[in-house]
């Protein structure tokens, strides 16, 4: 911080704010980071009009007559708000509310819970990832387990941010484990993206698929071809 400029001084942009905060505490803000414990109430309202100026101003970089074409008149306002409140959203939010409850039953076979939908954006060019995702969870007496619904609701809280697809599901493996506790975790996803079918080779067959294995279904071969067969058998993945 410049010595004698107050963060909290309404000249200064928002995101120079929030950022100055990030730096001070050591923290990280890449683009698929949550950055939601270092925002203030109101600045998201704020942040959004800051990017809506910015976003103007590319659009008269591209030589595009916001003035007289109809069209693009509020597209700045319309693309702000769906980065910064809808699919980033993730990162500036904080994460949705989870109850955990006992293993009073003492579960200990295999639960496949998906497909989840996913929708991301490529952080390369902000294209959209689109596909599904599944986890599977080998409990033990002692883990902590959450509705079906919460899967849904953390898998969209970390894709709501700019990612690669490699990155997201070890993300949403090290949230999922922290929350449950398992003996084994599995993440499976399939997904297309968009920087590849609309841009560069522009194919619009491919696919990327890929996985993260932890703990039991690491170590045990066995448990591993259970998942994935199942998966297979569905038609899923």
Request: with cysteine; charged share 25%; glycine share 6%.
């Given at each position: 911080?410049?010595?004698?400029m ?6 200064i942009?928002?995101s120079?704010?929030?950022r100055?905060?990030l730096i001070a505490?050591g923290?990280?803000f890449h683009?698929n980071?949550?950055?939601?414990d270092?925002?203030?109430?109101g600045?998201?309202?704020?942040l959004q009009s800051?990017v ?9 970089s591209?030589?595009?007559d916001?003035?007289?074409?109809h069209?693009t008149?509020?597209t ?9 409140s809808?699919v980033?959203r993730?990162r500036?939010?904080p994460?949705?509310p989870?109850t955990?409850?006992?293993n009073?039953s003492?579960?200990?076979e295999?639960?496949i819970?998906?497909?989840?939908t996913?929708r991301?954006?490529?952080s390369?060019?902000?294209?959209p990832?689109i596909?599904e995702?599944?986890v599977g969870?080998?409990?033990?007496e ?10 849904a609701r953390?898998?969209?809280w ?6 690669i ?12 484990q922290t929350?449950?506790h398992p ?5 499976v ?12 080779v522009?194919d ?5 698929v890929n996985?993260?294995m ?5 170590k045990d071969?066995?448990l591993?071809r ?12």
């Amino acid at each position: 911080m410049t010595e004698g400029m107050d963060a909290t001084d309404g000249s200064i942009p928002v995101s120079e704010r929030i950022r100055r905060r990030l730096i001070a505490a050591g923290r990280r803000f890449h683009a698929n980071d949550s950055i939601a414990d270092f925002m203030e109430p109101g600045e998201l309202e704020a942040l959004q009009s800051e990017v809506q100026s910015r976003l103007q101003e590319v659009l008269e970089s591209l030589v595009i007559d916001t003035r007289s074409d109809h069209n693009t008149q509020d597209t700045a306002r319309r693309v702000a708000k769906m980065f910064v409140s809808e699919v980033f959203r993730g990162r500036y939010v904080p994460m949705p509310p989870v109850t955990e409850f006992p293993n009073i039953s003492r579960l200990n076979e295999l639960m496949i819970v998906g497909p989840v939908t996913v929708r991301s954006a490529c952080s390369h060019h902000l294209c959209p990832i689109i596909g599904e995702l599944w986890v599977g969870v080998m409990p033990n007496e002692h883990s902590a387990l959450i509705g079906l619904s919460k899967y849904a609701r953390l898998v969209e809280w970390v894709l709501a941010r700019p990612q690669i697809q490699e990155e997201a599901i070890i993300q949403v493996a090290d949230l999922l484990q922290t929350k449950m506790h398992p003996d084994g975790l599995a993440v499976v996803m399939k997904a297309d993206h968009y920087c590849m079918q609309w841009r560069g080779v522009k194919d619009m067959n491919s696919q990327m698929v890929n996985s993260v294995m932890r703990g039991s279904f690491l170590k045990d071969p066995n448990l591993r071809r259970e998942f994935l067969a199942l998966l297979s058998s569905s038609g899923q993945a």
